[in-house]
């Protein structure tokens, strides 16, 4: 389809022809918004290749300016600074301040954050140093259909994320940056992702407009002087330009350059779009730098389970988001009078780098949680709750009259005269009083169940991945993979319903590829390809599982009590890891045999139990026939060896296979 389109605010509006691709695959139930066409790449389409050209001779010189530093641009300025300059000529701010991270700086943005007017500070004897921001109705999770990776080629960028071609992008968003930031301060916020003296941590520079960003940044990352000392006069940084621009969907994108190591943000404020080392650096863009460079960026926490005797054996795991990576992380084990206890290293993100000793060691980029708070309260995370009371910054979250947090699952009802996330006077006619993807932003070492080992610069070793995703039917509450190409197969044929921590439609089954379907910097047949080859280079790479703590019944209810019992499932696959228990064969993978869970003080039945492990073949055959159709994007680019594992699966189904099923 072609389609004509004129370019947003720029002096003479100019008109091209593109091709227009509709929906992206990644995000159902959203429109395309005009303005977020995607450009044909420069040699397609009639005129395409001539307009594009003409933006080119068009960029304005601040526009050009404001890429990635380069070290031969200036003699008088480091990387940084010229970088800086050039954004600043872009978006124009009264004044620039570089950040050092000190707490009298924190005091001054906290100020400027109150002083925006929408945020506010909670009280103070029971909530020290909190404060509640309140987001633009508009503006209140990622947006995943404004995102995108702006490679050389369509292809690089692959079918599951919305591409536009760099030098188009630059001009598009460069017009939106113009001035941006005119009557208001450009914060320059330098941070490393990592322990900072980690050799696999990395450093970034976010430049904002938003004192609620910088706020946020300097819990989430270590930031300041520290980050400063480490940049020097190197441009051994990946740099992120930040506005909240006018907060008008219609004018926001979340751009990444892989190739460059740059992003850009303009339009929203919230989370994932604006916080620029979590998603945007931490996994877009380092997921691209990770295969260039042989390690592996992941959307994963990562947890400590110690065993009866005080050894500690490390996971990782991946869930989409809002699928309960936190809580697992952060969990109070149910089998803590057993020895079985579950420490924190992350929650969000994994860094891993094979390390001599043959595993694949991870660290925790992050400083801190931005966590999911409904469904948050003292029964299902003690440890979080315990941390959220000094220090935290919460976003859309209910407040009582009192001044004090709340939403819906903290574990108390609603008092009298509570105001919602909107700042209005609350009523059950007005909905959840909290955003449902409303958020706390704490520091990581808050938690009680923060691991020793949360900082060790060499990370921890990882000896089991598990993925897993919200399922109300077909996936077992947990199962093992055969070996590493099968469970890269498992992970790259994840599914899970969809959730409002990215705007659209919430419950959708998608397809979720080891929950990074958002966050791979580049075409995910590659990303699978490069998993495969992970496995034959580590010398002892993880044992790979599955699990689902969304299964639900014939009532509609949840099967599984989920939170501080999953310790039951993680106790099941250390077992599995040291070799010391039993596991039954299905087509699927390895389930728990009968008896080897450790179920002891749960009530739960034999027959619902059953009913968590089983492995109907007629759902699973359903399954297969939407992960082939999801696969048959990649087109040749697909590894043969997942189209194998794929055709396997359907010969167990089908075959002797199915008799091993066990059916609830
Ligand atoms: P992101 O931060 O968006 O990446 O999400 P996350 O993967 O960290 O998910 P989180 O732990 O914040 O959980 C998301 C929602 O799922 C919250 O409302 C939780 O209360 C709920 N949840 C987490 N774990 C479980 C569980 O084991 N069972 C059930 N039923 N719900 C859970
Ligand atoms: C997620 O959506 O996976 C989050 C929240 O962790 S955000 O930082 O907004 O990406
Ligand atoms: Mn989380």
Request: aromatic letters at 10%; one cysteine or more; a neutral charge.
């Given at each position: 389809?072609?389609?004509?389109h004129?370019?947003?605010?720029?002096r003479r509006?100019?008109?091209?022809t593109?091709?227009?691709?509709?929906i992206p695959p990644c995000q159902?139930?959203?429109?395309f918004p005009?303005?977020?066409?995607r450009?044909?790449?420069?040699?397609?389409?009639s005129?395409?290749?001539q307009?594009?050209?003409r933006?080119r001779?068009?960029?304005s010189?601040?526009i050009?300016?404001?890429r990635?530093p380069?070290?031969?641009?200036s003699?008088?300025?480091?990387p940084?600074?010229?970088w800086v300059?050039?954004?600043?000529?872009?978006?124009?701010?009264?004044?620039?301040?570089?950040?050092?991270g000190?707490s009298?700086e924190?005091?001054?943005?906290?100020?400027e954050?109150?002083r925006?007017?929408?945020s506010?500070?909670?009280n103070?004897?029971t909530?020290?140093n909190?404060y509640?921001?309140?987001?633009?109705?508009?503006?209140?999770?990622?947006?995943?259909?404004?995102t995108f990776?702006?490679?050389?080629?369509k292809d690089d960028a692959?079918?599951?994320?919305?591409?536009?071609?760099?030098?188009a992008?630059?001009y598009?968003?460069?017009?939106?940056f113009d001035?941006a930031?005119?009557g208001?301060t450009?914060?320059?916020?330098p941070?490393?992702m990592?322990p900072?003296?980690?050799?696999?941590?990395?450093a970034?520079?976010?430049?904002?407009?938003?004192p609620y960003v910088?706020?946020?940044?300097r819990?989430?990352?270590?930031m300041?002087?520290?980050?400063?000392?480490?940049?020097g006069?190197s441009?051994?940084?990946?740099?992120g330009?930040?506005?909240i621009?006018?907060l008008d969907p219609m004018?926001?994108?979340i751009?990444?350059?892989?190739q460059?190591?740059?992003?850009w943000?303009?339009?929203?404020?919230?989370?994932?779009?604006?916080?620029?080392g979590?998603?945007c650096?931490?996994?877009?863009?380092?997921s691209?730098?990770?295969?260039e460079?042989?390690?592996m960026?992941?959307?994963?926490?990562?947890?400590?389970l110690e065993?009866?005797?005080?050894?500690?054996?490390?996971?990782?795991?991946?869930?989409?988001?809002?699928?309960?990576k936190?809580?697992?992380?952060?969990?109070?084990?149910?089998?803590?009078?057993?020895?079985?206890r579950?420490w924190?290293?992350?929650?969000?993100?994994?860094?891993m780098k094979?390390?001599?000793?043959g595993?694949?060691?991870a660290?925790?980029p992050?400083?801190?949680?931005?966590?999911v708070?409904?469904g948050?309260g003292?029964?299902?995370?003690?440890n979080?709750?315990?941390?959220?009371?000094?220090?935290?910054?919460?976003?859309?979250?209910a407040?009582?009259?009192d001044?004090e947090?709340?939403?819906?699952?903290?574990?108390s009802?609603?008092p009298?005269?509570l105001?919602?996330?909107?700042?209005?006077?609350w009523d059950?006619?007005?909905?959840?009083?909290?955003?449902?993807?409303a958020?706390?932003?704490?520091p990581?070492?808050?938690?009680p169940s923060?691991?020793?080992?949360w900082?060790a610069?060499?990370g921890v070793p990882?000896?089991?991945f598990?993925?897993?995703g919200?399922?109300?039917?077909?996936?077992?509450?947990v199962?093992?993979?055969?070996?590493w190409?099968?469970?890269?197969?498992v992970?790259a044929?994840?599914?899970s319903?969809?959730?409002a921590?990215?705007t659209?439609?919430v419950?959708?089954?998608?397809?979720?590829p080891?929950a990074?379907?958002?966050f791979?910097?580049?075409?995910m047949?590659d990303?699978?390809?490069y998993?495969?080859?992970?496995g034959?280079?580590i010398?002892?790479?993880?044992?790979?599982?599955h699990v689902?703590?969304?299964?639900?019944?014939a009532d509609?209810?949840?099967?599984w009590?989920?939170y501080g019992?999953?310790v039951?499932v993680l106790k099941w696959i250390?077992e599995?890891?040291?070799g010391?228990?039993?596991?039954?064969?299905?087509p699927v993978g390895?389930?728990?045999?009968?008896?080897?869970?450790?179920?002891?003080g749960?009530q739960i039945?034999?027959g619902?139990?059953?009913?968590l492990l089983?492995v109907?073949?007629e759902d699973?055959?359903?399954?297969?026939?939407?992960?082939k159709?999801?696969f048959?994007k990649?087109?040749?680019?697909?590894p043969?060896?997942?189209?194998?594992?794929?055709?396997?699966l359907?010969?167990?189904?089908s075959?002797?296979g199915?008799?091993?099923?066990?059916?609830?």
């Amino acid at each position: 389809m072609n389609t004509s389109h004129r370019i947003l605010r720029t002096r003479r509006p100019v008109t091209y022809t593109v091709s227009v691709d509709c929906i992206p695959p990644c995000q159902p139930g959203l429109d395309f918004p005009p303005h977020a066409v995607r450009l044909a790449s420069p040699q397609t389409g009639s005129c395409g290749s001539q307009a594009v050209t003409r933006y080119r001779q068009r960029l304005s010189r601040a526009i050009c300016g404001a890429r990635r530093p380069s070290r031969r641009r200036s003699i008088v300025g480091t990387p940084l600074e010229n970088w800086v300059d050039d954004a600043a000529r872009l978006t124009k701010p009264d004044r620039v301040v570089y950040c050092d991270g000190s707490s009298e700086e924190d005091e001054r943005i906290i100020a400027e954050m109150l002083r925006e007017g929408d945020s506010e500070t909670l009280n103070e004897k029971t909530y020290p140093n909190c404060y509640l921001h309140r987001s633009s109705p508009n503006d209140v999770a990622r947006t995943e259909h404004l995102t995108f990776i702006c490679a050389p080629e369509k292809d690089d960028a692959g079918p599951t994320n919305n591409w536009m071609d760099p030098g188009a992008a630059k001009y598009k968003i460069g017009a939106l940056f113009d001035g941006a930031m005119r009557g208001r301060t450009m914060y320059v916020v330098p941070y490393i992702m990592g322990p900072v003296n980690s050799p696999i941590s990395k450093a970034g520079v976010e430049v904002t407009d938003s004192p609620y960003v910088v706020a946020n940044m300097r819990i989430m990352a270590r930031m300041g002087k520290v980050a400063l000392d480490r940049i020097g006069s190197s441009s051994d940084f990946v740099p992120g330009l930040h506005s909240i621009g006018d907060l008008d969907p219609m004018r926001r994108y979340i751009a990444h350059f892989p190739q460059e190591k740059l992003i850009w943000s303009v339009g929203s404020g919230y989370g994932g779009n604006a916080l620029l080392g979590k998603k945007c650096f931490a996994l877009r863009i380092a997921s691209y730098m990770a295969r260039e460079q042989g390690w592996m960026a992941e959307h994963m926490l990562i947890l400590g389970l110690e065993s009866p005797g005080g050894k500690v054996t490390y996971m990782g795991a991946a869930f989409p988001s809002a699928c309960g990576k936190t809580n697992l992380a952060m969990m109070v084990s149910a089998l803590q009078d057993q020895g079985y206890r579950v420490w924190t290293v992350g929650d969000d993100i994994a860094w891993m780098k094979i390390a001599d000793d043959g595993y694949l060691h991870a660290i925790n980029p992050e400083a801190g949680f931005f966590g999911v708070a409904p469904g948050t309260g003292m029964l299902t995370n003690p440890n979080v709750m315990s941390a959220l009371h000094k220090n935290t910054i919460f976003t859309n979250v209910a407040m009582t009259p009192d001044r004090e947090p709340w939403w819906e699952g903290i574990g108390s009802p609603p008092p009298a005269g509570l105001i919602n996330w909107k700042n209005e006077k609350w009523d059950t006619s007005k909905g959840p009083a909290a955003h449902a993807n409303a958020r706390y932003t704490v520091p990581a070492r808050r938690s009680p169940s923060i691991s020793p080992k949360w900082e060790a610069p060499e990370g921890v070793p990882i000896s089991a991945f598990i993925f897993g995703g919200r399922r109300a039917r077909v996936a077992p509450l947990v199962y093992e993979s055969f070996d590493w190409q099968h469970g890269v197969f498992v992970g790259a044929s994840m599914a899970s319903e969809t959730t409002a921590a990215a705007t659209g439609n919430v419950g959708i089954v998608r397809r979720d590829p080891m929950a990074m379907l958002p966050f791979c910097g580049y075409n995910m047949a590659d990303y699978f390809r490069y998993w495969l080859e992970m496995g034959k280079r580590i010398p002892h790479p993880p044992k790979i599982f599955h699990v689902n703590w969304f299964r639900r019944g014939a009532d509609g209810k949840f099967l599984w009590p989920g939170y501080g019992e999953n310790v039951r499932v993680l106790k099941w696959i250390l077992e599995r890891v040291e070799g010391a228990c039993a596991a039954e064969e299905t087509p699927v993978g390895l389930v728990p045999a009968r008896n080897a869970l450790t179920l002891d003080g749960l009530q739960i039945s034999p027959g619902t139990m059953e009913e968590l492990l089983s492995v109907n073949p007629e759902d699973w055959e359903d399954d297969l026939a939407d992960s082939k159709l999801f696969f048959d994007k990649f087109g040749s680019r697909l590894p043969r060896e997942l189209r194998e594992e794929h055709e396997k699966l359907s010969r167990r189904l089908s075959t002797k296979g199915a008799s091993l099923a066990r059916s609830g």
